[in-house]
Structures are given as structure tokens and as C-alpha cells.
């Protein structure tokens, strides 16, 4: 199929039959050819700029060991963030860490429709659908969502190897905080690097938060996943981390019930 004709979402796994659904929001550094009018050198599409090195690899492992479905946008966050509401003024960004992003400069409502309609609402569709075929078919679900972070942001450097962001709902992040601070070698950022202030907890917030999902999102430090090794050894513990905490959320959603 043509580029044009083709949907950006991505699936793997769609029917796992694990208790996670995982997504990966900045998961893609691609710009596909009607958007070509980007001009970016290809080395800034290789940064944090464009999307979250070594996240989807995390994804995809995690996605196989937790049999866990995992759906991603395969299109840059320069295009169109899927991790912002769609009235967000950082949708789609005109500067980033200093940097201008002139294809964004100045854009037309009619172009920014378009982005929303292409990307950003076919995504959302997909997860929305996902979790609800689930809801339907009784099977109990919790939201992953898996992002990286540049080691040093706007000259400051940044000490956690991984962050926890969560809302209200607190049931997952505190099983991810407890096993991972057990860990004293490991720095963890408890709503660090960011929060759900910063207007980073779109996704988890829109699909977990109305069906009473319990969910988190994992930031990983990008020079912690830069390799295979590295992707392996950090989708191995977060996956270790979800497989034990599974009776414990299970217990959590029998005493909502
Ligand atoms: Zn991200």
C-alpha cells in the first residue's frame, strides 16, 4: 500500500491475552513523505527531538514477555504529539529545547485538522478500541505507558535512571516505586522527570482514567537503553515488576468491585 493510503498506527500483539496493554506515544522518529517539508538535518531526527530512543525497543520486549498487546503512532512527535490533548499549545511544537521547527511555524487550522484526523484520533481510536474489546470480553487490564527522556534537558542534568508518573490512581506507580526502591543503586524519579502538571499524562489519563484502568507512566533515562543490553535488562525488570505485582492489582480491583 502507498504511504498515503496507509494508517500510521501500529499494533503488536493486538489479542495478547497478558493483563497489560502497553503504548509507546514517542515511539517513532518517522516523517512520512507528505509531511516531507520538515528540512531537519537526519541527525536531530536521531534525538530525543523527534521521539524516545530505545522506548519501543523496551516495548516490544515487554510486549512478547507479558504476551501484552502494544500500539504506537509510527510517525514523529515533530508532526503531531499523540501524548497531548488536542487543544495542548505543545500539540504540535513550533520550537523545542531552543530549536525552531519551521514546518510548524505558522500552520493553518485546515493543516493542523489534517495531522489531528491522520495521527492522532486513528491512534487514539485504537487504544480506545483495544480496551474496550477487552472490557468486553472480561478480561481484566492495566495501562503501561512507555516513554525515554533525554539525559540532560536545557543544560541540566538529570540524576533518576527511570521515573514513575501517575495521577490519582496511585495502585500501579506504588508497586513500580516500592520494587525499584529497594534497589539502592538506582535513582527513581517519583513523578520526575515529569508529572501529570506538565500536561504529559494525555494517554494514560484519556484511556485509563473513565474505565477505571489502574495505569502508569515509565520514563526511562535514553543512556540506560541506548543498546540491546541495555533494552533487555530494563524490559526484563519492568516486566518482572508486572508480572508479581499482577495479584496485587487483581486484589486492589476485587475490593473496588
Ligand atoms: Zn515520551
Known sequence: MSDSGRSVVRAENPDGAGSFVIVCDHASNRIPAKFKSFEFADD???????????ALAVARLMSATLDAPLLWPDVSR??????????????????????LVPANVGLSEGERSRRLELIHTPYH???????????ASGRATTLIAIHSFTPVYLGKSRP?????????DR????????????DPALSVGINEPYSPADQVYYTVERHAGPLGLPAAMIEIRNDEIGDDS??????DRLARILVAAEPRLAGARHAAA
Open 125 to 135: 481510536a485504537a487504544i480506545d478500541a483495544c480496551l474496550k474489546r477487552r472490557q
Open 171 to 182: 495502585r500501579m506507580a506504588d508497586l513500580f516505586i516500592g520494587e525499584l526502591k529497594a
Open 78 to 99: 515533530l508532526v503531531i504529539d499523540c501524548n497531548r490533548a488536542p487543544e495542548a499549545r505543545s500539540l504540535i511544537v513550533t520550537e523545542s529545547e531552543g530549536r
Open 160 to 168: 533518576w535512571q527511570i521515573g514513575i508518573v501517575f495521577g490519582e
Open 44 to 54: 536531530a531526527l536521531e534525538t530525543h527531538f523527534a521521539w524516545d530512543p530505545g
Open 230 to 235: 541495555g533494552q533487555q535488562s530494563w524490559a
